[in-house]
Nanobody, 122 residues
Framework: QVQLVESGGGLVQAGGSLRLSCAASGRTFSNYAMAWFRQAPGKEREFVAAIGGNGRITYYADSVKGRFTISRDNAKNRVYLQMNNLRPEDTAVYYC???????????????WGRGTQVTVSS
């Protein structure tokens, strides 16, 4: 079992930045690939970014490439999402997710946090 708790969401103006953090507890953190997803009102949950257990491999949705950066600190059991140049369309609840492989965490993660709200005003 892995427990995930997100933090760092809030209200920001367009063009601004936020850094989300996800704290993980449970089994060995470095064994898990981690990901961020988001869900906007009235829309389905969508993949945002993923990172492998050692942090060397990352994936991004086309909509956030060049603006968002996923990273992890295995010593602190944390994964981060640095979001720059935010747009109103980035407004959503952001969820942290974990699974045993990058392919699984990008498609159908087993473990989920409860989410943190990000609101970008125009």
């Amino acid at each position: 079992q892995v427990q995930l708790v997100e933090s760092g969401g809030g209200l920001v103006q367009a063009g601004g930045s936020l850094r989300l953090s996800c704290a993980a507890s449970g089994r060995t953190f470095s064994n898990y690939a981690m990901a961020w997803f988001r869900q906007a009102p009235g829309k389905e949950r969508e993949f945002v970014a993923a990172i492998g257990g050692n942090g060397r491999i990352t994936y991004y949705a086309d909509s956030v490439k060049g603006r968002f950066t996923i990273s992890r600190d295995n010593a602190k059991n944390r994964v981060y999402l640095q979001m720059n140049n935010l747009r109103p369309e980035d407004t959503a609840v952001y969820y942290c997710a974990a699974d045993n492989s990058l392919s699984d965490v990008r498609s159908a993660p087993t473990y989920w946090g409860r989410g943190t709200q990000v609101t970008v005003s125009s």
